[in-house]
């Protein structure tokens, strides 16, 4: 059987962690965690502030050894060969973004699947204003303005729920045509979605890879993962939470800034495009 190797794409905080966690917890797939990230020579020092490797922390990483900037592209070639087990036949990898994933379109070697994972607007729209500067939204303003010309003077004064909206809509459909004008193999998973019925989701996944579902990867925690790890949601695995669904933006966002994120028609075709509706509940798949 061919080895495979699993690649999310998505937005930061869209739970990409969280779902390769679930995957990897398979007895034949294991969580590599945001592999891009070794190819800087300063990657135990970047700007995540958390470590490559969970286990390992800053001792090397016997996964990940031999890995570095100037072998980066050879990357799943060494873990494979790293780990030097028969019984593992996937990597999934959670580095997300496009310009990584697109270094090994014409790789031969390795089957490869693709997750676009894709998060509720609402949800980024808070996270993004609460973490970007207003020297940082003028400059997501600018760039808005040159990805969507036609929509350029309301963008150019638009408020910055509508900036960090318009940054969820474009990192997206770029997901989407890479996925599309490539011809690749794909799903599409809401967060909200797999967060309250993982069980099903992950199961279909998993049938789309080639393999059976094991029902204890909905127990990840149980399972030790090499590779990056969100320390923020270890409560999570600590208290063994098997369903959590982030809905602060409901109590962060005003009920005007909600509505004209449900209403942006740009928002909504897109999502109607790809199968997606938006709800109360957050994001899940059209009837």
Known sequence: MQRKIISILSTNYAGSHFLSLLLGSHSRVMHIGEVRRLRREDAKRCEYRWPLCHICD??????QKGINPDTINNAY??????FNSSSIN???????KIDWVGR????????FKYIHLIRDPRALVRRWMIKYSPKRIFKL???????????GFRLFNAGPHIIVLYKWLWENRLITSFLKNNNLDYRVVPYEKLALDTETVVKGLMEWAGYGFESSQIEYWKFEHHGSQKPKYKWIKDKQVKHYVDMRWKDYLSLDIIKAVENEKQVT??????????SDSGLGYCL
């Open 90 to 96: 996937a990597l999934v990898d959670t580095s997300k």
């Open 141 to 151: 303003r600018l760039k808005a303005v040159r990805y969507f010309p036609g929509a």
């Open 269 to 278: 075709d897109y999502l109607s495009a790809i199968g997606i509706n938006l």
């Open 58 to 63: 800053d001792d090397e990483c016997p996964v």
């Open 77 to 82: 070639d060494i873990i494979f060969n790293n």
């Open 104 to 111: 090994f379109l014409h790789n031969e070697q390795y089957q």
